[in-house]
């Protein structure tokens, strides 16, 4: 009994309480002891000045004040967030309060340069949204957007872009070379003939009266009183500072494009790579993300279901495709490709015969102009002049068709295919361009014989092409005026009717005739040949991009009205 009354007065301590807390028992503490406690965690909602368990308290009442909310745990009183927005007591705040201001006039150096660089940025953003604010037909593209969806919008966002493009273009070649020639004396006519020279002298203007048809078809073609004018690169005088301007102009023109040109592909690269890579689930993507809410009208939204449905599909399909490419024997795969080498021969046998047509019509015109019949009939010769730009015209209108048609025959999946045809579209436009050019550069070099008959006097073809500059100024001015007239023609003599047709016949027939959409990557392609044809003939015709503008400006106030040519886009 003695034993036991002894270990529990030793248990109770010497005074006979409870036992001190610093006291160990086994190397650890009680307050260590209880402080890995569960309930321990609810000290982060009491405030740091709430003392752990096991803890004496120093003093009952006034004793633990705010000097031991802020030494209690100085490391919870350095928490980021806003006093307010912190699930403690009112002394464990205003101390937590206090610590940041200390803290923030520690760091007033540091605060200050932040707080400038914090200013810095809100004023380029709200900068940059001014500027966006000024840009022409904003809200009409948001509108357009709204109404047709994010394709239709980003075609006509490149329109303005490049409608920029131009304007700024039409501006420097202003600046740099018209003026300058207009105020150093700008020749009155063209050069007479030379005495000691039959080079450099040719007659734009025909002898006596011109009737109105002669007038309008000079205007179509570039020639007559066309012909010596700021349009084209023969009307400029062969000055020393005239010539530096004139250079200086074309590559100021071309470096700004392309800078210009670079920012805008790099604002969009992230999206493009995101899309690219597959990070994005294609599935998760289209069914959570495609959908554009701001579209209005039943029939926009009901072109969007039809859209994202047909892409789905394209997906569903090119898996199917591809279960089925992994499972094909030897000899099914070796016919698959013998179909696309036979398939992609024709294509080049279609591509060749367009080509050497380009070739063969640049070349006759010669010879037709020669002709008495052709010579005495105005409208006849319009006719002849135009056969290069017609036959061009023809060609990237219908082999198109014939790609989208051979195209489902490789046994390529639908995104495969949509490449190969956009592929072969824009090298039939631009290698169309590229014939043409060698086609007149043939006629102007006689071939590239200047022993030749024609070349032998003045280095090239003078008797049938006095001033070649201006002939392949002309060549590209009839090229961009045959593309102006063709759209206007198809939108208001084919789309227009087609869409009124359509809204007064709403049953089988509007069914058969087809609702008209607005095809954004057609309509991307025709852009970017009208610009590519600017680009190639602005040397030989500095007002080509004048001209462009024009043609630009007609487009978007023709294709933006809602009601006028298309309901929606494809």
Request: hydrophobic share 45%; proline share 5%; aromatic share 12%.
């Amino acid at each position: 009994m003695e034993g036991s009354r002894t270990w529990i007065a030793e248990a109770w301590g010497p005074s006979g309480g409870w036992p001190d807390p610093q006291e160990t028992r086994g190397g650890r503490s009680l307050a260590s002891v209880l402080n890995e406690l569960p309930s321990v965690a609810t000290l982060r909602y009491r405030g740091p000045g709430v003392v752990p368990w096991g803890t004496l308290e120093e003093e009952e009442d006034g004793g633990r004040s705010l000097q031991s909310f802020a030494g209690a745990a100085p490391v919870e009183l350095q928490d980021p967030h806003p006093s307010r927005e912190l699930p403690w007591p009112m002394q464990a705040r205003r101390a937590h309060r206090k610590s940041q201001a200390k803290d923030q006039v520690a760091d007033s150096s540091e605060s200050k340069a932040s707080h400038w660089a914090l200013k810095v940025s809100k004023s380029k953003e709200k900068m940059k949204e001014g500027l966006q604010t000024l840009q022409p037909w904003a809200w009409t593209l948001k509108r357009i957007g709204g109404q047709f969806g994010a394709g239709t919008e980003s075609y006509f966002s490149l329109l303005r872009f490049l409608l920029f493009l131009n304007m700024m273009a039409s501006v420097l070649e202003v600046c740099m070379t018209l003026l300058p020639t207009w105020l150093e004396g700008a020749p009155l006519e063209s050069p007479r003939p030379n005495i000691s020279s039959s080079c450099g002298s040719y007659s734009t203007h025909t002898q006596g009266l011109v009737s109105f048809p002669s007038q309008l078809f000079n205007l179509l073609s570039g020639e007559g009183y066309l012909e010596w004018s700021p349009l084209f690169y023969g009307f400029y005088p062969p000055r020393s500072n005239v010539a530096v301007t004139y250079l200086c102009s074309v590559f100021a023109i071309g470096l700004i494009c392309l800078l210009l040109i670079l920012h805008r592909s790099v604002s969009g690269l992230k999206q493009t790579l995101l899309a690219e890579s597959g990070a994005l689930t294609s599935y998760s993507h289209r069914v959570f993300s495609a959908w554009d809410f701001g579209l209005c009208g039943k029939e926009n939204v009901r072109l969007r279901q039809r859209i994202i449905l047909y892409e789905l599909q394209v997906e569903l399909e090119e898996a199917l495709v591809w279960r089925q490419a992994a499972t094909q024997t030897m000899g099914q795969r070796a016919k698959v490709w013998l179909v696309r080498l036979l398939l992609n021969l024709l294509v080049l046998a279609l591509l060749g015969a367009a080509f050497y047509g380009i070739y063969w019509a640049t070349g006759y015109t010669v010879d037709l102009q020669e002709m008495t019949l052709v010579q005495q009939t105005p409208l006849l010769k319009l006719v002849v002049d135009y056969l290069p730009s017609i036959f061009i015209s023809v060609v990237n209108f219908v082999l198109p068709f014939v790609f989208n048609f051979i195209a489902p025959l490789e046994g390529l999946t639908r995104s495969r295919q949509v490449v190969f045809i956009l592929l072969r579209t824009v090298f039939l436009r631009l290698a169309s361009l590229l014939v043409l050019l060698f086609s007149l550069w043939n006629q102007i070099t006689c071939g590239g014989d200047r022993e030749a008959e024609a070349c032998k006097t003045c280095g090239y073809n003078y008797k049938e092409l006095p001033c070649w500059e201006t002939r392949l100024g002309q060549e590209m001015y009839k090229l961009l005026v045959f593309d102006l007239l063709t759209g206007l023609a198809v939108m208001l003599f084919i789309q227009f009717p087609r869409k009124i047709f359509c809204g007064l016949c709403p049953g089988a027939l509007c069914r058969l005739a087809g609702n008209q959409e607005f095809q954004v990557p057609d309509e991307v392609l025709r852009l970017i040949y009208s610009q590519t044809v600017v680009w190639v003939g602005s040397f030989f015709c500095p007002l080509l991009p004048l001209l462009n503008t024009v043609k630009f400006l007609l487009l978007f106030y023709l294709k933006k009205h809602p009601d006028g040519i298309y309901s929606g886009s494809g």
